[in-house]
């Protein structure tokens, strides 16, 4: 019997010992689970960073400051004041206006992604206080269906920048998306314009309209309202564009330049104001509010 034979029949022999013999108490003690996201691989660097040094570094690699994409819960309890803030219940549309089906059927996705996201769709709205200066916040979950833009996300941010109109409040949208749900088909598209006129409306009130453009964002929601803002503020390294780069080079049959669609980019050619780091984020959405609605920032 060759070295490896002897070593599999050991092993063999060993899970057939605490699977048979020790008892199940004893083998949950013998066997310790490690949980699976215990450590993160930084895309960029490749380098191992322990979950909870991340988490607590808001989702940006310490050592390369990659930014990793952060929950949206987490966006939330990190803008408002002391984690404090109000969720803004939305209108309910029809669940599967086409009786969609692909792979599965459109109802039993959204039911996994809602029970995934413990959230109905792919927009959370919340009402809070933001360096004691009271504001409206949309921040777009890519877990729930790549962040894409239907008629719940639509209503969502239509919702959203109502409420921030009748509390004269500014409002503050965190972009990531893929685009349109195809699911929804035309319903999806219609949510474009409908809340290109939500945002016409915060003009129209004169309140500041501040987006914040995570990574990635793309399709319909880049060509609708997250180029629609005042200002716009960008994720370091955050895809920003309408059509996918190799589309794009297919399209036009040319080589695309170094770091196309990447913040840095974009804000180098005027399609973006600022890059801000996560970390400076809140302080940032916090004087901007100041400054655009002309009142001291909060001592």
């Not at 966006?75 to 009786?99: C, H, N, Q, S």
């Not at 792919?122 to 009271?134: N, P, R, T």
């Not at 006129?197 to 309140?207: G, K, T």
């Not at 770091?259 to 984020?281: I, N, S, W």
Request: charged residues 25%.
């Amino acid at each position: 019997m060759s070295a490896e034979d002897n070593e599999s029949s050991g092993q063999s022999f060993a899970m057939n010992w605490m699977s048979n013999v020790v008892p199940p108490k004893i083998r949950s003690f013998l066997k310790r689970e490690t949980p699976e996201n215990l450590w993160v691989k930084c895309p960029e660097s490749g380098e191992l960073v322990f979950h909870k040094d991340l988490e607590s570094n808001l989702f940006v690699v310490p050592s390369s400051g990659h930014h990793m994409r952060m929950p949206a819960k987490m966006r939330l309890d990190t803008l408002f004041d002391a984690g404090r803030y109000d969720m803004i219940a939305t209108p309910e549309v029809p669940l599967d206006p086409l009786k969609f089906r692909d792979v599965k059927r459109y109802t039993d996705r959204l039911k996994e992604y809602r029970s995934k996201t413990n959230h109905p769709d792919a927009v959370k709205l919340a009402a809070g206080l933001l360096e004691s200066k009271q504001v409206v916040a949309a921040v777009q979950d890519f877990e729930f269906m790549g962040g894409s833009l239907g008629m719940a996300a639509g209503e969502a941010i239509i919702t959203g920048m109502t409420e921030a109109v009748k509390r004269k409040s500014p409002f503050i949208m965190f972009t990531a998306s893929g685009g349109a749900r195809m699911q929804e088909g035309m319903f999806s598209l219609m949510q474009m314009p409908r809340t290109t006129v939500a945002v016409q409306r915060l003009r129209a009130a004169r309140l500041p309209y501040i987006v914040v453009l995570t990574n990635p964002t793309t399709g319909g929601v880049t060509a609708s309202y997250a180029m629609l803002g005042d200002i716009h503020i960008a994720e370091p390294g955050a895809v920003i564009g309408f059509a996918g780069a190799r589309v794009i080079e297919q399209t036009i049959r040319e080589r695309l330049p170094e770091g196309f669609q990447r913040a840095e980019y974009l804000k180098e050619h005027g399609m973006v104001d600022m890059v801000v780091p996560r970390t400076e984020m809140r302080a940032t959405l916090a004087r901007l509010c100041s400054l655009l609605t002309n009142t001291p920032p909060a001592s």
